[in-house]
């Protein structure tokens, strides 16, 4: 072994490219193979992704190691040419190396991990892969639903979190505050459509409102913050001359679209059931007492009307 590690170490330059392109393949085969049989062994899903990740990190890291050993005799006398040709090579590839500086703040600083949902720019989503380029979102929102799945696969380099804003759904307090809009007619029980608000709302988070307070003291315990209320309220303007309540609650960041959907089919039950105290605000305008404008098509009489009218008073 020792004597073949010599051999090569006293190859030529054009010996030692040669060796470097072979082993190169040998190194990547190997690790290819392992990627794809070790995660195998693993049942959780997140785990066969981190062992995935695990095994490309070290086939990277064999080739280089692999390289710098094989032209250690070389090195020297070539790091001048080497540094002229790395500095020419960092003003070509400045996007790529800006997404690989990227790749490394997400991974120290912690931004988000695999399984977080996040929005960077107008893009929300699911975080499925992060690569040493480009992180992979599974899209939310856009024509759907805001936490719903859309179907398509983004694809962000890594660049963008050094540049803008990084808003992370998942981390910390795992809930978010939500609202709807409930409009009445003035004619309607203003004390009791706020009790029946209030009521459906604290029903419907029941089943959050412990573990979104225990969220939230998990929070307070890293970062210093305020000590908001997690309880629904309801709050009362006057639009247009209708009642408009605004129902605010915390909801599970994935769970929007479902809450809306169980408060609105309660309220609905709630308003049906009121024996008129409860009454929907229209936008639609009824006119009263205008008399109708007639056709014009139809308020001209035809020729035939016409001449039949003239025969008769002629007669």
């Given at each position: 072994m020792n004597d073949l590690w010599r051999h090569a170490v006293s190859l030529s330059v054009l010996g030692k490219c040669i060796a470097a392109v072979v082993g190169i393949l040998l190194i990547h085969a190997t690790f290819r193979v392992l990627e794809q049989t070790l995660p195998q062994?693993?049942?959780?899903?997140?785990?066969?992704?981190?062992?995935?990740?695990?095994?490309?990190?070290s086939g990277y890291l064999s080739i280089l190691l692999f390289l710098a050993i094989l032209f250690e005799d070389r090195l020297g006398r070539l790091s001048f040419a080497l540094g002229v040709v790395g500095a020419g090579v960092a003003v070509a590839l400045q996007d790529v190396l800006a997404s690989i500086a990227g790749a490394?703040?997400?991974g120290f600083s912690k931004l988000y991990a695999v399984g977080d949902?996040?929005?960077?720019?107008d893009i929300r989503g699911?975080?499925?892969d992060i690569g040493l380029l480009r992180t992979t979102l599974m899209e939310t929102g856009n024509w759907v639903g805001r936490d719903l799945y859309n179907g398509r696969i983004v694809r962000i380099p890594n660049s963008v979190v050094l540049k803008g804003s990084v808003f992370n759904y998942s981390q910390g307090f795992q809930f978010v505050w939500d609202e709807i809009k409930v409009v009445f007619t003035t004619t309607s029980d203003c004390q009791f459509a706020r009790e029946m608000l209030l009521r459906v709302?604290?029903?419907?988070?029941?089943?959050?409102?412990?573990?979104?307070?225990?969220?939230?003291?998990?929070?307070?315990?890293?970062?210093e913050s305020a000590n908001p209320s997690l309880e629904p309220t309801v709050a009362l303007v006057v639009d247009a001359g209708n009642l408009e309540f605004a129902v605010s609650y915390t909801v599970d960041y994935r769970k929007p679209t479902a809450m809306k959907d169980q408060l609105f089919t309660k309220i609905v039950q709630e308003i049906a059931d009121s024996?008129?105290?409860?009454?929907?605000?229209?936008?639609?305008?009824?006119?009263?007492?205008?008399?109708?404008?007639p056709n014009p098509i139809e308020?001209?009489?035809?020729?035939?009307?016409?001449?039949?009218g003239y025969a008769a008073d002629s007669h």
């Open positions: 062994r693993f049942g959780r899903a997140d785990a066969r992704y981190k062992v995935r990740k695990f095994i490309v990190f490394f703040s997400i949902r996040i929005q960077i720019g699911d975080v499925i709302a604290k029903e419907a988070i029941g089943e959050y409102l412990v573990a979104a307070e225990s969220s939230w003291k998990a929070m307070s315990d890293i970062y024996n008129g105290r409860l009454e929907w605000a229209s936008s639609s305008v009824t006119p009263m007492n205008r008399m109708a404008t308020a001209r009489p035809s020729s035939l009307a016409q001449r039949a």
